[in-house]
Every structure is written in C-alpha cells, then in structure tokens.
C-alpha cells in the first residue's frame, strides 16, 4: 500500500472538525466518548479514521431534518431541536410546536448521531429527546453532551416511557436535565419554552403572560 493511501485513510483532528464542521474540541470529545475512531501517534497526536468520518457524514445526510419556519433575519427565534427515531411522533413534534404562540426555529432530528453533529455545529436554546432510539440511544448522547461547553445554556428535556426505575436500570442521566412522561405533554413543554423566552427575552410572535 502507497504511502499516499495510508495518508487518505486517516486525518487530524483539525482535518476531521472541518470534514464535519465542527469544532476541534468537538471532535476531541467524540473520540474520547467512541463516536469517532481514533489513535494516538507516538508524539501524541490523534489520528482520526476517515471511514469513521465519513460514516457520520453518510448518517447525516440520511437522516432527514425538517423545520418548522422560523422569522426573518432580523428576528431572534428560539431554536429547539427535537430528536425522536419514530417518523409519526417526529410529524406530531412538528406539528405541535408549529402551534406554539411563539417565535421559533425547529430541527427535526431521526437519530442521536445526526443530533450530535447538528448540535456541534450550533446549539439548540431547547433539546427535547427520546431515550430509546436504535444505534445510539439517548442516554449515550445526552452523556457526550454533558461533557460538552458548548450546551452550557441549553435547556435539555428528555420524554420517554420509561420510568425512574428503568431510567436508573440503564445508567441514570446526567443532573440538571428534565423526565417528562409518553405521551408527549405538549402544554408542558411550551411552558417550558415559555421560561426560556421570558428569561433570554427573545422576540415572539404574541405578548406571552407575565
């Protein structure tokens, strides 16, 4: 094998986070959590697998992420991001948040990979989440996303069936991050949203009640 080959199947860090446009801290933290593969050369550089690159790409692209409409330009909206794998609660997100009397920006996510990669590249003000989801499950990406600076300010909520007791049963989640109950509570969840709005003082749609 060419030395030009062996090149080609493999990058630095800086050449994965711009490959996948993120950060390269961002790309740090997938490979410490198993998300990207990865070795250390014996300087101590990191050497990232470009198949593996290029399997989070091909995800992304597969995954289909739909919006609701947002406002112009000049108007702030608040950017929530839903990940849910099953297609006919994804339309109902959707569909629901579209009511809301509020300004809103909103990302349809079917898988936790292509979350994480959309959320590496800008960070939802709202992440609503499944825990159960095929390949990587909400609890592994809400893990990656606890050690992750950029989510400082996100409000992250996770709906689910499961109950504390299975919760626990899997690992637990990380603090600070809100079990709301299947089926969807939508009235909850726009409160929630609500808060968020009132506290970062984004402009919206109609005047919200104090």
């Known amino acids: 094998m060419s030395s030009a080959s062996i090149e080609k199947s493999f990058c630095t860090t800086r050449e994965a986070a711009m490959l996948l446009g993120v950060s390269v801290g961002t ?3 997938w490979v410490e959590n198993g998300l990207l593969r990865a070795w250390k050369t014996v300087g101590g550089h990191r050497r990232v697998l470009r198949d593996s690159v290029d399997q989070l790409l091909h995800k992304e692209s597969a995954s289909p992420a739909a919006s609701v409409p947002g406002a112009s330009p000049a108007r702030q909206p608040l950017q929530v991001m839903v990940v849910e794998d099953d297609p006919d609660l994804l339309r109902l997100y959707l569909a629901k948040l579209a009511r809301w009397p509020l ?3 909103v990302s349809a996510m079917n898988s936790a990979v292509a979350a994480l990669l959309a959320i590496g590249r800008s960070s ?3 992440l609503i989440t499944d825990l159960n989801m095929p390949e990587m499950d909400g ?7 606890h050690q992750a600076p950029e989510l400082t300010h996100t409000t ?4 689910s069936g499961l109950d504390a007791f299975g919760i626990a049963a899997r690992g637990g989640l990380p603090p600070d991050i809100l079990v709301l109950p299947k089926p969807i509570p939508f009235d909850t969840l726009q409160d929630i ?3 968020i709005v009132k506290q970062s003082r ?3 749609n ?5």
Do not use: E, H, N
Request: hydrophobic share 60%; charged share 10%; aromatic share 6%.
């Open 202 to 204: 984004f402009l919206r």
């Open 156 to 159: 992250i909520v996770a709906v």
């Open 206 to 210: 109609t005047p919200i009640p104090a």
């Open 139 to 145: 609890f592994s990406m809400l893990r990656i996303l």
């Open 124 to 126: 939802p003000d709202l």
């Open 193 to 195: 949203a609500t808060g």
């Open 27 to 29: 790309v740090q933290l």
């Open 103 to 105: 300004l809103t920006q």
